[in-house]
């Protein structure tokens, strides 16, 4: 599967953005999608996942504010973003595997990720 994620952007405080990932190569539908975010100096951080049984999964900081959605049609993921806060800076990365529910927050059990995009909130 290969991923390329859009969307990202500059916006302000109170602001929304929608991001995709497109997959190609197989149907996203029997993986588990998710969305990974990095801040300059910290560690690539879980944001949300859309597991292939349909279930998802927030971190608690975008819980109500972000909502993660599946098109299998278009073989897409999106990450829709409401509220954004300066802390929510960061290039988001989208992944896809099949991980175990206890392992979803661990980027080492992905197969492979997109290019990223930069989400920039100014305050």
């Known amino acids: 599967v290969q991923l390329q994620a859009f969307g990202g952007g500059l916006v302000e405080v109170g602001g929304s953005l929608r991001l995709s990932c497109a997959a190609s190569?197989?149907?996203?539908?029997?993986?588990?999608m998710t969305w990974f975010r990095q801040a300059p100096g910290k560690e690539r951080e879980f944001v949300s996942s859309f597991r292939s049984t349909g279930t998802r999964h927030y971190a608690d900081s975008v819980k109500g504010r972000f909502t993660i959605s599946r098109d299998s049609a278009k073989n897409t993921v999106y990450l829709q973003m409401n509220d954004l806060k300066p802390e929510d800076t960061a290039v988001y990365y989208c992944?896809?595997?099949?991980?175990?529910?206890?392992?979803?927050?661990?980027?080492?059990?992905?197969?492979?990720w997109g290019q990223g995009t930069q989400v920039t909130v100014s305050s």
């Open positions: 992944t896809f595997g099949r991980p175990a529910l206890s392992g979803i927050s661990n980027p080492t059990l992905y197969y492979g």
């Open positions: 190569g197989r149907a996203i539908s029997q993986y588990t």
